[in-house]
């Protein structure tokens, strides 16, 4: 094949494949960030993937479909949340508890042979998609792509610049002097764990709705659990979160590559490993050091 | 009703044996009551479903020894999660220490070394105990010298684990070398190890006819000695005093480092074990497509057994049962199967969250109970 169709297919490969977990990241981080740990981002992208998918099989209105998948994330981070906040239940374990019942309530209600009204298309930027190689790459996407990257500068400046992010920021450092200051901790996490939920219920909505088009049994299959790497990875921040998941969507991109290509001996899967391995160097601190919210994983008790 | 129940509850029980008990019975039976729920909201019959589940799970002899050989791999992933809480660490790595566990012992499996059945499958067991700890142990030691969290850290090597053992398996293509385990037969295309030899094998236990091997027997030897490591000896001592209280613990001259890798190894053994045992006494190969799941099943069974031996025995049973009969809940009642997940999520929740089932029955809090600290940050501790 010609060297530079190759690149193209990867990088476009890089953008699809690092779209879901770009958002997932995100969504780890308005959890993380007030202080809530959300091991549940799996959970939540597969059942909005589910319900966006069914919604688009029963009315085949898309918008709509995108709307219903986003909030049914929210509805089950709502339901991490109160477990976590208001019954105090150990966040992993509460986690854990979402991502059981997605995997269940999903392959419960799946139905076999369910036919789809069609699929998000690409929108095509004028004069940009023209340019060689970057045209196709950045320029000829879903809307869902936009979206999600566009929501990255969004949440980089909520997060650092608003009165907003400085209460998030606030309630995930120090609950008690937040507290003090007038901050509501607990409806402050309830709110930001609930955003959270609903990135990952679009990045849900990205899988059915704009690169698949059907649903499948465990179709996020880790993505939740990557994007979870990439926020570490990313040392809780937006831009680098997405820079990650543009890391682990160009190592998942090579992958596909390399099994197909034929010349390369390294074996594919030691790629795939990749993501998975610099995560737990990062966080060792072996290569500089990711800093957590201090508050992160304790439930707020007032004094 | 509510009233009536928690009468009954509180007068025909023995206090100190309700106390265990009550809320784990009490989290069960109310998700299953929402589990027919969900049923009856599709159309499906919840007394079939369930009859059919309990007949497909103890209806016979044979669904019985399935039953138990299902449970197997639960109660030792169970004290997995159950003996690392206890020390006030959580693994949720059980999945890949099970993969490693499950692909190291197919690798002595397939060796034939000559040696005495007895001796060969003990190395294998052996082998499947050390890669599982191995495998618990690096997150263990991450966590005990860099601080990083062992929630993310077993998470990542889940992940490493699957796809590590899954290459040891490939095979290959394009370019690219097959796996060095896998099966060297050119006329199997699955991805899989050779069939590990006669003497690896689990031996058969007499019971009827039914096929039934050693691993029950192991896994509750191995509940008897957590049982006596966590409770009997100088280091379980340590490792409850750690969970329960880090500080004191600390003061007291316990080691935070050389505690936290013991913990997580032996953790990680135990998970280790759990796929070695499926893969000695079942498959006889090890492919790397089973258990999905499993990780997180560990979880609920560890805590819906109170992270006690007895209690994970007994959960790890009821998984069993649940697993062992939902194909026959689904060919009996058309039921999918996945509901069994939804009611193991429910029985999670109502577990950790025990105030909803006090609430719903009208239950006063247990007063004084032992309360592990997680280190639920993501830092040093």
Redesign the interface.
Same mark, same amino acid.
């Given at each position: 094949m010609d060297s530079s169709l190759v690149l193209i297919a990867v990088l476009r490969s890089t953008l699809r494949q690092s779209t879901p977990i770009t958002l997932g990241a995100l969504s780890g981080l308005f959890c993380e960030r007030v202080g809530v740990i959300n091991i549940a981002i799996e959970g939540m992208m597969l059942t909005a993937a589910y319900m966006g998918y069914m919604t688009n099989v029963l009315t085949g209105n898309l918008i709509l479909s995108v709307i219903v998948a986003v909030l049914s994330g929210g509805l089950m981070a709502l339901l991490h949340a109160w477990l976590s906040i208001h019954f105090k239940v150990v966040q992993i374990i509460s986690g854990t508890v979402i991502n059981i019942l997605a995997v269940g309530l999903t392959g419960y209600f799946y139905q076999p042979g369910a036919v789809t009204k069609g699929k998000l298309q690409s929108v095509t930027v004028p004069v940009l998609s023209d340019i060689p190689i970057i045209g196709d790459v950045f320029f000829n996407n879903g809307p869902l792509t936009y979206l999600a990257v566009a929501l990255v500068f969004v949440v980089n400046v909520v997060l650092f610049r608003t009165r907003w992010g400085l209460r998030m920021r606030a309630v995930g450092e120090h609950p008690s002097a937040a507290d003090t200051l007038g901050i509501n901790v607990i409806s402050t996490r309830y709110i930001n764990v609930v955003i959270g939920g609903m990135l990952a219920g679009l990045a849900g909505a990205y899988l059915t709705l704009e690169a698949v088009g059907s649903f499948e049994r465990l179709m996020t299959n880790g993505r939740g659990f990557i994007s979870l790497a990439a926020m570490i990875f990313g040392k809780w921040t937006p831009l680098g979160g997405w820079a990650a998941a543009l890391l682990f969507g160009a190592a998942n991109a090579v992958q596909t590559q390399i099994q197909f290509s034929g010349n390369v001996t390294i074996p594919h899967q030691f790629i795939g490993m990749l993501p998975y391995v610099l995560t737990v160097i990062v966080l060792a601190g072996f290569v500089g050091r990711a800093r957590p919210p201090a508050a992160i994983g304790r439930p707020y008790e007032p004094e | 009703m509510q009233r009536i129940t928690s009468v009954i509850l509180r007068r025909y029980i023995p206090a100190a044996f309700a106390r265990g008990l009550i809320i784990p019975i009490l989290a069960v039976f109310t998700a299953i009551v929402v589990g027919s729920i #969900?049923m009856m909201i599709?159309n499906y019959d919840p007394l079939a479903a369930y009859g059919g589940m309990l007949d497909g799970a103890l209806g016979s002899k044979r669904a019985i020894a399935r039953t138990i050989l299902n449970s197997v791999p639960f109660v030792f992933g169970g004290l997995s999660v159950a003996f690392a809480f206890k020390g006030g660490l #959580?693994n949720?790595g059980g999945e890949g220490q099970l993969f490693m566990g499950a692909v190291a012992a197919a690798w002595i499996g397939v060796t034939a070394l000559g040696i005495p059945p007895w001796l060969h499958v003990f190395l294998s067991l052996l082998a499947g105990c050390i890669a599982g700890a191995i495998w618990g142990g690096i997150p263990g030691a991450?966590k005990a010298f860099?601080? @990083?969290?062992e !929630?993310?850290?077993t998470?990542? =090597?889940? =992940?490493?684990g699957i &796809? =590590?053992a899954?290459?040891l398996v490939?095979k290959g /293509? *394009?370019?690219?070398?097959q /796996?060095p385990l896998v099966d060297p037969d050119p006329m199997n295309i699955v991805p899989r190890t050779a069939e590990i030899a006669e003497s690896a094998r689990l031996p058969l236990l007499e019971w009827g006819r039914e096929p039934m091997h050693l691993g029950i027997i192991l896994a509750l030897v191995a509940a008897a000695l957590i049982w006596w490591l966590v409770w009997k000896t100088p280091f379980g001592f340590g490792l409850r005093m750690l969970g329960l209280n880090p500080s004191a613990a600390r003061y007291s001259g316990v080691s935070v480092v050389r505690n936290t890798v013991i913990t997580m190894a032996v953790a990680g053994g135990l998970a280790g074990l759990a796929g070695t045992v499926e893969t000695l006494g079942r498959n006889y190969y090890f492919a790397p497509n089973f258990n &999905?799941?499993y990780g #997180?099943?560990s979880? %609920?069974i560890a805590?819906l057994g109170r992270n006690h031996p007895i209690g994970v025995v007994l959960s790890a049973l009821l998984f069993g049962v649940m697993d062992a009969g939902s194909t026959r809940m689904q060919l009996n009642a058309h039921v999918?199967s *996945?509901?069994?997940? &939804? !009611?193991? @999520?429910?029985i999670? %929740?109502f577990v @950790? %969250?025990n *105030?909803?089932i006090r609430y719903i029955y009208r239950l006063r809090a247990e007063g004084e109970e032992e309360e592990v600290v997680?280190s639920? /940050?993501?830092?040093k501790r």
């Open positions: - | #969900f599709n #959580f949720i991450l860099t601080g @990083a969290h !929630v993310i850290t998470i990542m =090597f889940n =992940f490493i &796809v =590590f899954g290459w490939s /293509g *394009e370019g690219q070398k /796996g &999905v799941g #997180f099943d979880i %609920a805590l999918p *996945e509901i069994i997940k &939804v !009611v193991q @999520a429910l999670l %929740a @950790a %969250a *105030e909803i997680l639920t /940050g993501w830092g």
